[in-house]
């Protein structure tokens, strides 16, 4: 049992250096973890345990308090946490209307709050306020661009094309594709540029993501394995049809 000690201490180490490469954080981090003492503990409780997943985990041993206990906490401390989830709270049973009440007045004090411009965003958009979602997605991307691993550029760029500015919504998912090279982020490049009627560059990042993937570590590979298949079936399909 001792033996197996170091081998999980290393285990662990290059699973927080595999997050945050998959999250493109910024170099510091690589140097905290690889040279600080218990520098990959300390990129746990900094950053992966904010992951949703982790949220969600935790979620399943507690259960969340009502919105109605919510508000009285937030009536007896009205700091910045508790009206934060109040907001949440609020978005997530659908009152969008309310929630964006708490977020704008945690807005008021941090305007770079990622947590509030998030639900900001969200639901200005659940309410088909698009300019206003594009406004508050937009700012969020600036201040925090991995936020939510990477999600709000997927959102924004959906909200660009519903608000007919598909130039836009292609441009947002061409950035988020070069910070973050993703397999499933490329698709969504894809699945955008056919919808555009652009097959040519669809083919272009579909041979990227088949080219990625024959490169790739094997951990690597076997998480896109489903995306990288329907890469190729794609890519077939844009071929058949230049053949047609």
């Not at 935790?58 to 009285?72: K, T």
């Not at 609020?90 to 704008?104: K, M, S, T």
Request: glycine share 6%; aromatic share 10%.
């Amino acid at each position: 049992m001792i033996r197996l000690v170091p081998i999980l201490l290393l285990a662990f180490k290059i699973w927080m250096v595999i997050d945050a490469v998959r999250k493109s954080q910024p170099y510091y981090w690589f140097l905290i973890i690889f040279f600080l003492p218990f520098g990959d503990v300390v990129y746990f409780f900094m950053v992966k345990i904010h992951d949703l997943k982790w949220r969600k985990l935790a979620g399943w041993f507690r259960s969340p308090p009502s919105i109605a206990d919510l508000q009285a906490r937030y009536h007896n401390a009205r700091s910045i946490e508790n009206r934060l989830a109040l907001a949440r709270a609020l978005a997530g049973a659908g009152r969008h209307v309310e929630a964006i009440v708490e977020f704008e007045g945690v807005c008021a004090s941090r305007p770079d709050e990622p947590d509030a411009l998030w639900g900001l965003g969200s639901s200005r958009a659940a309410l088909k306020e698009l300019p206003q979602a594009s406004a508050a997605l937009t700012r969020l991307i600036a201040v925090a661009p991995s936020y939510g691993d990477w999600e709000p550029w997927v959102v924004l760029a959906g909200v660009k094309r519903d608000l007919g500015l598909d130039a836009e919504s292609l441009d947002t998912l061409r950035t988020l594709v070069r910070k973050c090279p993703r397999a499933d982020h490329q698709m969504f490049l894809v699945d955008a540029l056919l919808a555009a009627g652009r097959p040519e560059e669809a083919a272009q990042a579909l041979d990227r993501i088949i080219e990625d993937d024959r490169n790739g570590p094997d951990y690597v590979r076997r998480k896109n394995r489903k995306v990288v298949a329907r890469a190729r079936r794609l890519r077939e399909e844009i071929e058949r049809g230049r053949t047609a």
